[in-house]
Structures are given as structure tokens and as C-alpha cells.
């Protein structure tokens, strides 16, 4: 018996439990902790790795986002580590509507000493609102050749040594005298995200990172601020909107991610021992009733609902998260459905060094719920999406390095061919 769509829905549609808000004065941003990012091959196998997981919350003052602070954030628009040599052409697009794809978050996680060409590093995320095309995304990652496959969810990789030049050697003092060492690229006047390398042909000022943003741009408003423009002696950029400055309804909410770890478990993943989902639901409730038997009976014989159950049972430990991190050597997801997970073989290499990706994060259904999306047939939805990266963080000399995202979707998207 599969599980039904509205029960996997369920999830991140279910009001939020206002007894879990923390009213702990706010902290500066930390990095996830470099001990994460450790490979030692003594480690006991046996030994769970800790999870760390990604909570929300709305900033309490503006500026704390920025990128010289090195936020942890999701939705708004990106906070650039590199600032200037920002991914453009057909990275920037999905690979099937071709549309800009839109900012989901980004995660600060250094790795190394002071000496590391990993001192500062940022992943960003990034995806096609289109539910279509993320259908198309799961199975062209199936399916994909050699080479570039076409994909609708996209996560880069940027990482700096200490000295550079865009960011001061220095920690942060977070008391607003923080600033960036110098400017960064001209982004897109609508979106906020993208390198903006179109230009207004009769202004020649707002910039634009495709067409249809500048198509956008012109009918809300831009039409009577060019010709005012164009018409003022003085030609002043006071009517021109502020780069950065992002419309309502072209980027989701914008919060910081705060980090918490989550509480020990038996067991990390269904990948780990799936048998003992029923023993779980079982120490929630030592003497069932008919109907939680009943309940125990059905799901005991299929897989996706054996690991459903214990999907909602580790998630339900902190209900709100939207992400789950761990870089450790023994760290695996968690898989929302037993059907639908990659096997060893389905991971690529890193396509600039060739060594092994390695399992880093996860996004989980909560996140929609943040960001207002509506439980709709066409409305975006996932059971999760894991990001694996170059396991070594290798350079490469480029600035934004793509890393691959594997998508889980619920039992009503398209399954393996």
C-alpha cells in the first residue's frame, strides 16, 4: 500500500507549533562548524553523525544579511561571496523553460585553517519555480548522459581564501562598521540575482539579466521612469529603482537560517535499518489501539511506508526545519521514500576535479510552508532534495562551481523509468 499524496502533504501544511519559538537574544551569524567537514578514516562506522539542522527566522533589523557578514539565508536574494564573477548564460537559466531560476538559500560552511583556499565557503541553491520543469528535473536525473544535463535545481559552490580581494582578513564586529572592501557586479534591476548584462536601451542605466525580466521591469513601472528620465535634464537615477531592491512577488520571504543539532537516534536514515520504523511507532505508543494496529499492519509490508514513518518520526523531533546538514564521512540522508533514492552509481563525479561527491545537505517540505507556496496541483512540492558535493572542495580557479542536486518527489510525480 503506497502512502497518499495527502497524507506526504500533510507534512509542511500543518500549522506551526508556536511553543517552539525561542526568544533567545539574537547571536551573530556562525558558520557550520568546520569539524563537520573532517574525514578520518578511523572513525567507528557504528558512531551516528551529528546532524545539524537549519531553522528559520526573520531577521530582527536590516543589514544583518549582507554579504560581508556571511549570512546563512534563505529566500530574498543571494548574499554573493564572490561579488563580482557571478555564474551568467545558461547557468543562471533552467534547463527547460530557460527562465532565471529563482534563490532558495544559501549555506555558509568553511572548511580548513587560515590557510585554506576554503576559509570562506558558501553553497547556493537555486530553482525553476515551475513544478513542470522539476518534474522534468527528476527524471532527466535518471536519465542523464554524459556531459550537462538539463536541470531545474541548481547549487553552486564559492569558497575564498582569507586574503582576498573583496572581504577584510578580519572576523565581522557586527556593530555596523562592517563593510566590503569593494563593489560588486551590477545585478538585475527586477530579480535582484543575476549578473545584470543587458542594459535599458533608451535610459541606458537599469540592467537586466534576460528579457523577460526586462519585459517585466518595463510594464511595472520602468516604461514612465525611463521617459522621465530621458526627459530630465538632469537625467537623475533618484527614479531609478535601487539594485537589490526586490518586487514581492519575484523572490519568496526572506529569513535567516540559525542552526541547532538534533537529538541523538538510533539510527540515521531508512537507509540504516528501516526495520525499525515500526519499533519507533511502537515507543510512541506502547499499548496501540485497534486503529494504530491497523495503521502498523499497512505500512509494515511496503517499503515507501516504512520509511515514510520513520521520515515523520525524525522530522518530528524539531518539525520546523528546512534543512539537514552533515558533512562526516559516515552522514546519509534522510530519505523521504524508499523508492526514488540514487544508488552509488547515480552520483556523478565533480565535473571539474573528477573525484568523489560526498552527501553535505538536504532540503526538506517545511521550507514551502515558509515560503507561502500553496497546496495546489501545479504548486511546487518535494519530499526532499540532497545536495552532494566535491568531497575534496577542490579549486579549479572558478568562482561558482556547480554541485549536484538529486530531487525526491512524492509518489504521484513520475517514478524511475
Not at 582569507?162 to 530579480?191: I, M, Q, T, V
Not at 523572490?251 to 535567516?256: A, H
Not at 552522514?331 to 547515480?346: C, E, F, I, Q, V
Request: hydrophobic share 30%; aromatic share 10%.
Amino acid at each position: 500500500m503506497e502512502p497518499s499524496a495527502d497524507k506526504l502533504r500533510g507534512l509542511r501544511i500543518t500549522s506551526l507549533d508556536d511553543d517552539e519559538e525561542d526568544d533567545e537574544p539574537e547571536l551573530p551569524h556562525q558558520p557550520l562548524p568546520a569539524a563537520a567537514v573532517d574525514y578520518d578514516d578511523d572513525d567507528d562506522e557504528e558512531e551516528e553523525a551529528e546532524v545539524m539542522l537549519g531553522l528559520l527566522e526573520e531577521p530582527k533589523r536590516p543589514g544583518l544579511l549582507l554579504r560581508h557578514l556571511f549570512p546563512s539565508k534563505a529566500g530574498g536574494i543571494p548574499a554573493w561571496l564572490d561579488p563580482a564573477n557571478l555564474p551568467s548564460g545558461n547557468s543562471s537559466c533552467c534547463g527547460f523553460c530557460g527562465e532565471p531560476l529563482h534563490f532558495v538559500l544559501q549555506i555558509y560552511a568553511p572548511i580548513g585553517d587560515n590557510e585554506a583556499a576554503t576559509f570562506h565557503r558558501t553553497l547556493f541553491m537555486f530553482m525553476c519555480p515551475s513544478m513542470e520543469c522539476l518534474h522534468r528535473d527528476q527524471h532527466e536525473q535518471w536519465t542523464r548522459k554524459q556531459g550537462n544535463p538539463r536541470r531545474s535545481v541548481k547549487v553552486f559552490r564559492c569558497q575564498l581564501p582569507r586574503s582576498n580581494a573583496f572581504y577584510s582578513s578580519e572576523p565581522p564586529k557586527h556593530n555596523n562598521s562592517d563593510k566590503p572592501l569593494c563593489a560588486g557586479a551590477a545585478l538585475c534591476h527586477w530579480c535582484g540575482t543575476w549578473k545584470g548584462d543587458k542594459i535599458c536601451g533608451s535610459c541606458k542605466k537599469s540592467r537586466y539579466c534576460s528579457e523577460k525580466h526586462q519585459a517585466l521591469h518595463w510594464r511595472s513601472g520602468h516604461k514612465n521612469d525611463c521617459l522621465q528620465m530621458i526627459n530630465s535634464s538632469e537625467a537623475s537615477s533618484s527614479v531609478l529603482p535601487a539594485v537589490g531592491k526586490v518586487p514581492a512577488r519575484a523572490s519568496w520571504p526572506e529569513y535567516k537560517i540559525t542552526i541547532d543539532y538534533e537529538a541523538d537516534s538510533d539510527s540515521d536514515s531508512c537507509d540504516g535499518d528501516e526495520s525499525n520504523s515500526k519499533s519507533l511507532v511502537m515507543q510512541k505508543h506502547s499499548k496501540p489501539d485497534d486503529l494504530m494496529q491497523s495503521w502498523m499492519d499497512q505500512f509494515e509490508a511496503d517499503a515507501d511506508n516504512q520509511c515514510w514513518a520513520y521520515f515523520q518520526e525524525r522530522i518530528s523531533r524539531t518539525p520546523t526545519q528546512v534543512l539537514r546538514y552533515c558533512r562526516e564521512q559516515n552522514a546519509k540522508p534522510l530519505w523521504a521514500l524508499s523508492a526514488g533514492r540514487p544508488s552509488n552509481a547515480d552520483i556523478p563525479s565533480c565535473g571539474y576535479c573528477k573525484g568523489p561527491l560526498c552527501y553535505e545537505f538536504q532540503i526538506m517540505p517545511q521550507l514551502l510552508y515558509f515560503f507561502g507556496v500553496k497546496n495546489e496541483p501545479d504548486s511546487l512540492d518535494w519530499a526532499t532534495i540532497v545536495v552532494y558535493t566535491c568531497q575534496g572542495s577542490c579549486d579549479q580557479n572558478i568562482s561558482y562551481k556547480e554541485e549536484f542536486a538529486w530531487v525526491q518527489l512524492y509518489p504521484t510525480a513520475p517514478s524511475r523509468p
